[in-house]
């Protein structure tokens, strides 16, 4: 079992020149010493085949350590941030019937999804040819879920308590509670990375800069 899905890892990440090494050898690759081939093999000869993918990438990554939509409640007394990965606030515990936290697992887990997809970014962006473009196509298409999920996520928590995602409105607690909501630029700049990434697999390949010498031998 393990073998199996050491050997799909070996031919979703491997290289042509990685692969033919194996079909020289007459033999499929299905070790941690075959896997580890392929990626010491793909930084000896790296190469960047897609600068924007890459950009697209760090970019995105650069917006996760930012809010992406806000709200002020009662005259800008109380705060309230959503991350991509965690919610922020500096609720008094009465008002804590109003949010959904989310636990440190989920937490972790969405932290490091994000995280991959620089990961994603960067190998389609360092692979030749139809599998480089169809890394980045799927790393693009991953960030723009994302930040449709978010959305429903965030959509889905203030139906909960009748309120919209944007604008204004209020609640009544022992007083009335104003709260301004709406959507910050780092929002807005993930989803824009997230189609840049899409269309950059039209131009990938186009002014590759090599970056590592090769030599393949397993």
Known sequence: MIQKWLHRLCLIFGNDSSLEVFRRENRKPGTLADLWFIFRDHFQGLT???????LAGIVFTACIFKPWWFAAL????????????????????????????????????L????LSYLFLAFWGSTLPGKKGRLFLLADGIFMLLYTG????????????????????????ASVQVDIHMHWLQPYFIAIGAGAICVLSA?????????????????
């Open 48 to 54: 960047l085949y897609n600068p924007l993918g890459l």
């Open 74 to 109: 009662h005259n800008d007394y109380f705060f309230i941030h959503a991350y991509p990965f965690i919610l922020r606030h500096d609720l008094p515990s009465d008002a804590l019937d109003y949010v959904i936290e989310t636990p440190l697992v989920g937490v972790v887990f």
């Open 149 to 172: 999920g978010f959305y429903l996520a965030l959509w889905y928590a203030m139906s909960r308590v009748n309120l919209p995602v944007t604008g204004y409105s209020s609640v009544s």
């Open 111 to 114: 932290l490091w999804l994000l």
């Open 202 to 218: 039209l131009v990938h390949g186009v002014g590759a800069i090599r970056l590592g010498r090769k030599g393949n031998a397993p």
